[in-house]
């Protein structure tokens, strides 16, 4: 028989490192079980390597699941103000960016895991690695890990398992056997801020082009999602921020087999009525000796006008002088419109977040105890919610993990205040 813990928790990602940080603040005997041979490798990945650890923008519109409005609670006990203090006094320095974005002043990710293990190591807090956990079972007010390397029992059990996005970070979803163990609900599971396939074959064509532009996602006939931002075209379809923003959508309208579409403008700051009417001028009064391709030399991206003109039936080499009223509406229109039916997303390998987890309804949000097993308790992207693209999904992974392991913590005493 192993040791016995106050608090054990699975998983050693973002949310079940600050989760043990927590407890053991609050003077609990804290283990971290992880299956990888390091803490934290997902964090290492966030931000391009910088770690967009949180937004100064924050409200119930940038988290998704069934039930956003679970986070409220959370938040209310630990949000970004609790955040920013709590890795500041850890020793991360927060810069804020582009979009209210948050990074460490170091603009390395592996600082802010670095004072996590800081923080660990100040205060007790035991991590055992590689650690293959067979099952947990809870008996009396105990639970108990059986692992590879024996039996640790614990009278709370956090479980930080995360999601399934890129798995070669640890997060391979193999945490929501013991989940369902306990008889929890998952809901289902999808890609989320990933980038989505197309069909058309002019994906080819204009690959490697970057553009601002506004995304619309479609369902159907009917408009579900919408964001304006850096598209980025790819052999194989369509990705860049406005993608991940609306690609949760499409994954879940994917999963049940309905037509998901995406429309794009690349005109997003010009009204309908503006495009049709700088086309115009753009061919009649300026056109003069250029071709349709030439006239568009500007305006677009050389690839993508060979693209909206063809996909608009107008022949690149037609005199531009002598295209139509009724063909440079067209062109206009498929400049604001260009249709891309999507058929897959880039799957879990390739995606950023999990839509979908422990269902909602099953956990306290007060405290992110399991409402069908006392000393259970739940962390991160293992449940639920899912975030939007800019620091969203971690603040959810610090704000859920602290709250878990203050409440996982008990009656203990240690350093109630911490957050102050
Ligand atoms: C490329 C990339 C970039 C991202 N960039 C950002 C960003 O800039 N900002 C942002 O807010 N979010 C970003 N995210 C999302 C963010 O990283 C996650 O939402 C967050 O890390 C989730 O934290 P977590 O602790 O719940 O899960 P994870 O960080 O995935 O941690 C789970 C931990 O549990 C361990 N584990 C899993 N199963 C077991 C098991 N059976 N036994 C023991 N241990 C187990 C895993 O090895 C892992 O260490 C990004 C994600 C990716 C993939």
Redesign the pocket.
Known sequence: MGRTYDVIV???????LTAAVRAAQRGARVLI????GQ?????L???NGK???TNKKQGIAYYRGKNPAFVLPVFARFGLAETLRFFERLGVQPVEKRGGCYYPASGQASSVVEVLLMECRRLGVEILYE?G?RSIQKKGNSFFFHTKQGIFEGRSCIL????K??KK????G??NRYIEKFGHKLTDLVPALVQLQGKQSFLKEIAGIRAECGVELYVGKEKIAEDLGELQLTAFGVSGIPVFQVSRYASYALARGEQVAVRLNFLPEWTAEQANERIWRRFSAHGDGKTAEEALTGLFPKKLGRVLLSESGVPCEKPAARCSKKECAALARKARQLTVDIIGTKGFDS???TAGGVDTEEIFPETMESRLVPGLYF????VDID?MCG?????W?WSS?WVAGDSAAGGKKGEEHDQD
């Not at 970070?169 to 391979?172: A, E, K, L």
């Open positions: 699975a998983g050693a990602g973002a949310a079940g079980l992880e299956h990888m803490a934290g490798k997902k964090i990945a966030t931000g770690c967009n650890f650690i956990i930080a398992t995360g999601g996005a890129a970070t640890g997060s391979d193999s945490g995606a950023q977040a962390a991160g992207e293992v975030g620091g969203y999904n971690l603040q992974a993990g």
